[in-house]
């Protein structure tokens, strides 16, 4: 009940633009951060790959 208040205080202090535009970086920075991780995964396993291919066509 309490964050419903804090929600109105700051919904009426700083206008709807504000509040949503927090509310969505905060939403989105999470998902920002998954995607980073995944892509250095990626990143990591291409180069892997392209390693063993390099070590197969050697031999």
């Known amino acids: 009940m309490e964050s419903v208040q804090i929600w109105t205080?700051?919904?009426?202090?700083f206008?709807?633009?504000?509040v949503l535009a927090g509310y969505l970086l905060l939403r989105f920075e999470k998902k920002i951060e998954i995607l980073t991780e995944a892509i250095s995964t990626f990143n990591d396993k291409c180069g892997q790959l392209i390693?063993?291919?390099d070590k197969q066509k050697h031999l």
């Open 9 to 13: 205080m700051l919904l009426g202090n």
């Open 15 to 18: 206008g709807f633009p504000m």
């Open 51 to 53: 390693s063993d291919t």
